[in-house]
């Protein structure tokens, strides 16, 4: 089962007035650091917690549908199932009507069952899930202490530019503020 980005998210955790506020920086001379750092940070809390943060459209390919008929999805929080195509080894594309889906994004990791499940043979990587995944589309779906943990380490990015060296781990204090929102691992 593969996770492909689609679609990124339209804004940051935290936007860069507001990043440029906590870091006490006026003028616009170090912008683009600070929003490059800001999308590294949100990168970095979302493979700590894997968890999506900001609303982002993501595709799940696998060959074969699971044989208890129940796909675990790879990502969350789930949105919205967007749609399930099947390829089959003919190239011919189906697209599963709505209302044999059914997704329990609130489980986690979420479920999604189709009814009956797509029949084989199927070509490789046959099964197309699309769906948007995030805690919401603004800044202030993303809970406080993940949005913190982002801020967090931008500043100790900023603030010690060129001085670390080896491995970079998330801080403990950041790693803190994560922990409470870790997925287990499929």
Do not use: C, Y
Not at 44 to 66: G, H, I, K
Not at 91 to 105: L, W
Not at 170 to 184: G, H, I, K, S, T
């Amino acid at each position: 089962m593969t996770p492909i980005l689609v679609e990124g998210p339209a804004v940051e955790p935290v936007s860069l007035p507001e990043m440029k506020l906590h870091l006490r920086v006026d003028g616009d001379a170090e912008d683009e650091l600070i929003g490059g750092l800001v999308t590294a940070a949100r990168l970095t809390v979302e493979a700590a917690s894997r968890r999506v943060l900001v609303s982002q459209r993501w595709r799940v390919v696998l060959d074969r549908w699971p044989e208890n008929g129940t796909l675990m999805l790879p990502l969350s929080p789930i949105i919205a199932v967007e749609n399930v195509s099947v390829r089959d080894s003919s190239g011919t594309e189906t697209e599963i009507a709505p209302d044999r889906i059914e997704a329990d994004t609130l489980s986690d990791p979420p479920r999604l069952a189709v009814l009956p499940p797509p029949q084989s043979p199927l070509a490789r990587n046959g099964i197309a899930v699309t769906v948007r995944a995030g805690f919401g589309p603004a800044p202030e779906d993303v809970p406080a202490t993940l949005r913190l943990a982002v801020r967090m380490l931008v500043a100790r990015w900023f603030e010690n530019r060129g001085d670390m060296t080896g491995e970079q781990t998330l801080p403990p204090e950041a790693l803190a503020l994560v922990a409470p929102f870790r997925r287990a691992r499929l």
